[in-house]
């Protein structure tokens, strides 16, 4: 098994490290390669400690899965309201809303490329497919909520017409870029061969993602930034 490097604190409990240590084994190696037995090493427990605890497997990854992504809500949710709030305001303010954008794009592409804190949760969304059914959607709706739908709504309120179908497409594409931006070997091809971005420096990749990212919205929804 690869060194997978997760730290636990003091004051975890042995339910903690079972699933700190779940999210990070089925984020690396997905759900049917992950086995309990990897499980209870990695958290330094017992193996019957699982049992005990959740009953059993399935059970601990959708509680590891649950606990993710409500730290993922919790970690987007401030921006995602305050946004939300200004989109109320009728007429909206168009200047203001591309600032929401300009900020929105860079606190997700920021979010996605600080390793660190990202990867566990860019991990669990790609193998959510393979995730019993008691666990699969719950990351993706999460990140659809405090994330895609949100991006959706600001890309509509700056058309010159209301295009629900285009804004949510739009937004899809982007998220997925994001998201997915580290498993996309293509993407580094072309900004390295066409533009010639040094994809040794994160900042300058995360500044041409986000300039192509505004200026793609600029282009579909037909109106300029003010």
Not at 47 to 61: M, P, R, T, Y
Request: glycine letters at 4%; charged letters at 25%; aromatic letters at 8%.
């Amino acid at each position: 098994m690869d060194i997978i490097d997760i730290s636990f604190k003091e004051n975890d409990t042995t339910p903690d490290r079972l699933l700190k240590a779940t999210q990070a084994l089925i984020a690396v190696y997905g759900y049917d390669a992950t086995t309990t037995r990897m499980i209870a090493n990695l958290a330094q427990v017992n193996l019957s400690a699982i049992n005990f605890h959740f009953g059993n497997k399935e059970n601990l990854v959708k509680e590891a899965v649950q606990r993710a992504a409500d730290r993922l809500e919790k970690r987007y949710s401030a921006l995602a309201c305050e946004i939300r709030r200004f989109l109320k305001q009728q007429p909206v303010d168009k200047e203001q809303a591309w600032m929401y954008l300009d900020r929105f794009l860079t606190d997700r592409i920021r979010s996605a490329f600080d390793y660190k804190s990202s990867w566990i949760n860019i991990g669990l969304a790609d193998h959510e497919s393979g995730l019993p059914e008691s666990s699969k959607g719950i990351m993706a709706k999460t990140a659809v909520r405090t994330s895609e739908q949100v991006l959706a709504e600001l890309i509509m309120a700056l058309g010159t017409k209301q295009d629900p179908f285009q804004a949510a497409l739009i937004a899809r594409a982007i998220m997925a870029a994001i998201m997915s931006y580290s498993e996309k070997p293509l993407m580094n091809q072309y900004m390295q061969e066409f533009m010639g971005v040094d994809l040794s420096d994160p900042e300058k990749v995360e500044d041409v993602l986000h300039r192509y990212f505004m200026e793609s919205i600029e282009a579909a929804v037909g109106t300029a930034q003010v």
